[in-house]
């Protein structure tokens, strides 16, 4: 059974920073990329960073020179490394793959509050 375990979220200050990980596990097929999403109170889940299997990233124009994804292909692992935090990147984040077989999956969400 897929199952992808989140973890890192929590309260930082303004300008503070988190590490948020993903470890996906479960499925007999490769992992094509992984990314991130968020979805704050009352709002729509928004992609805020991706990475393919060979290392391409994109990024939301709000993130862009704060946060860097990365990931390690051997541990099925991606991370999130948030700087520069700001009250408005205060969401729930959500890690999804997408599978070689063309499914999607998705992580159960962290909670990250930016708040002094």
């Known amino acids: 059974q897929v199952q992808l375990v989140e973890s890192g979220g929590g309260l930082v200050q303004p300008g503070g920073s988190l590490r948020l990980s993903c470890a996906a596990s479960?499925?007999?097929?490769?992992?094509?990329?992984m990314g991130w999403y968020r979805q704050a109170a009352g709002k729509q889940r928004d992609m805020v960073a991706t990475i393919t299997s060979g290392g391409n990233t994109n990024y939301a124009d709000s993130v862009k020179g704060r946060f860097t994804v990365s990931r390690d292909n051997a541990k099925n692992t991606a991370y999130l490394q948030m700087n520069s935090l700001k009250p408005e990147d205060t969401a729930v984040y959500y890690c999804?793959?997408?599978?070689?077989?063309?499914?999607?999956?998705w992580g159960q969400g962290t909670q990250v509050t930016v708040s002094s």
């Open positions: 479960g499925s007999r097929f490769s992992i094509n990329a």
């Open positions: 999804n793959v997408f599978w070689a077989d063309g499914r999607s999956s």
